[in-house]
């Protein structure tokens, strides 16, 4: 379910070009180990980060753009929020 989360945001559009699903594993592996270590305040930071790993700058965006790219981050970022508390931590739990 993670790597739908994490396709779905697919920071650059690669996903929607055709590249293959795995295509944004690394992000999804840093996510796991995130919730793994419970510190879900820091999702955020990572797909910020990830442009980077492309190329681009996630932490200077230009301003007509700051307000759909933090959209972006905080919806999936509920998404993953939603996923974490609602099913991977009610599975853990019981």
């Known amino acids: 379910m993670l790597r739908i989360i ?5 920071p650059l559009g690669l ?10 594993d690394n992000v999804t592996q840093k996510l796991i ?9 820091n999702v955020r930071d990572i797909f910020i980060d990830c442009y980077d790993e492309y190329g681009f700058n996630g932490r200077n965006i230009k301003e007509e753009f700051i307000y759909s790219f933090n959209k972006k981050i905080e ?9 974490y ?6 599975r853990t739990l019981n």
């Not at 996903?15 to 944004?24: D, S, Y």
């Not at 180990?33 to 305040?41: A, F, I, M, V, W």
């Open 33 to 41: 180990r995130c919730l793994y270590d419970n510190k879900l305040e």
């Open 15 to 24: 996903i929607r070009g055709g590249a293959p699903e795995n295509e944004h």
């Open 85 to 90: 508390f609602n099913k991977y931590k009610k």
């Open 75 to 83: 919806d999936t970022y509920n998404l993953i929020e939603d996923w």
């Open 6 to 10: 994490v396709n779905k945001f697919d």
